[in-house]
Nanobody, 125 residues
Framework: QVQLVESGGGLVQAGGSLRLSCAAS????????MGWFRQAPGKERVIVAT????????YYADSVKGRFTISRDMAKNTVYLQMNSLKPEDTAVYYC??????????????????WGQGTQVTVSS
């Protein structure tokens, strides 16, 4: 059974940085795609970034391009989301997700089978 555990959320001022971590366990993740999503109050859950575990290829939502970086440490089975130049509109619960198969960039919530519990990120103005 795949388990995903996020950490690293918190309160930060606008312009600041945070790094989220997602510790993955339960199997080897070759051929998997890993994603970070976020959900603001009253809004749907949307993609932030994805990474293909094997190749390291990445995709970013337009709203975070140039500010956020997704990466993975294969030895630690951990996916990271480095968030720089944070804005109040980045405030949301951030979720880590995983799915089998990485033939393309999967950006929909229903594309992913496995989910973490979420971590709150709050950016103050």
């Amino acid at each position: 059974q795949v388990q995903l555990v996020e950490s690293g959320g918190g309160l930060v001022q606008a312009g600041g940085s945070l790094r989220l971590s997602c510790a993955a366990s339960g199997r080897t993740f070759s051929g998997y795609a890993m994603g970070w999503f976020r959900q603001a109050p009253g809004k749907e859950r949307v993609i932030v970034a994805t990474i293909k575990w094997s190749s390291g290829s990445t995709y970013y939502a337009d709203s975070v391009k140039g500010r956020f970086t997704i990466s993975r440490d294969m030895a630690k089975n951990t996916v990271y989301l480095q968030m720089n130049s944070l804005k109040p509109e980045d405030t949301a619960v951030y979720y880590c997700a995983a799915r089998i198969g990485d033939s393309t960039y999967y950006v929909r919530e229903y594309d992913y089978r496995y989910w973490g519990q979420g971590t709150q990120v709050t950016v103050s103005s």
